[in-house]
């Protein structure tokens, strides 16, 4: 997957309700269904900050991404 299509789907995320709940609900399905790679949802899914700054390569959007992740998690509960 290239980055572009990493941050599409970040950029959905933001804005689009259904996927964000989808996302809060099962985040790893989500991603995949999103088209990221297997270890693009591994790195994502890991909170490791540094492993995610290498792929997304902004620290704005992984300080997100980790936020989201953390949400969506407590959302399953």
């Known amino acids: ?11 959905q995320l933001s804005e689009d309700s259904h996927l964000y709940q989808n996302y809060c ?13 297997n270890r693009e949802v591994e790195i994502l899914s890991s909170n490791d900050k540094s492993a ?7 620290k704005t959007n992984c300080i997100t991404i980790i ?3 953390s949400e969506g ?3 399953r509960g």
């Open 1 to 11: 997957m290239s980055n572009k299509t990493l941050e599409h789907f970040l950029i």
């Open 73 to 75: 998690l407590a959302a």
């Open 25 to 37: 609900i099962d985040p790893v399905t989500t991603m995949k269904e999103a088209g990221l790679s």
């Open 67 to 69: 936020k989201m992740f």
């Open 52 to 58: 995610i700054d290498e792929v997304i390569g902004d």
